[in-house]
């Protein structure tokens, strides 16, 4: 699934009603942001942020590569190739 949105003057985002309710994110919860290079990603803040870290393991660059090509071929097949 891809959305697109827009950016404010005060560098604020909307994220769609259908991603808040679908990751149960609610008014005051925090996110965090993974600059992954070429790509943001955008994750609901766990409870226990470090255990979430630790639990996905990458380590080494080539991991980095692979979830980079991941991201975009999902993005590529939501978005219909464009």
């Known amino acids: 699934m891809v959305?697109?949105?827009?950016?404010?003057r005060?560098?604020?985002i909307t994220l769609p009603k259908e991603l808040r309710e679908r990751h149960?994110?609610?008014?005051g919860d925090?996110?965090?942001y993974a600059d992954v290079g070429?790509?943001?990603?955008?994750?609901?803040?766990?409870?226990?942020a470090v255990k979430m870290l630790l639990?996905?393991?990458?380590?080494?660059p080539d991991s980095?590569?692979?979830i980079k090509q991941q991201?975009?071929?999902t993005a590529m097949a939501s978005s219909g190739g464009v």
């Open 3 to 8: 959305r697109e949105g827009k950016v404010t």
């Open 10 to 12: 005060q560098g604020q």
């Open 24 to 27: 149960s994110i609610n008014e």
């Open 30 to 32: 925090t996110i965090s």
């Open 38 to 48: 070429d790509y943001i990603i955008i994750l609901p803040r766990p409870k226990d």
């Open 55 to 60: 639990s996905l393991k990458i380590k080494t």
């Open 64 to 66: 980095i590569k692979k």
């Open 71 to 73: 991201i975009h071929k």
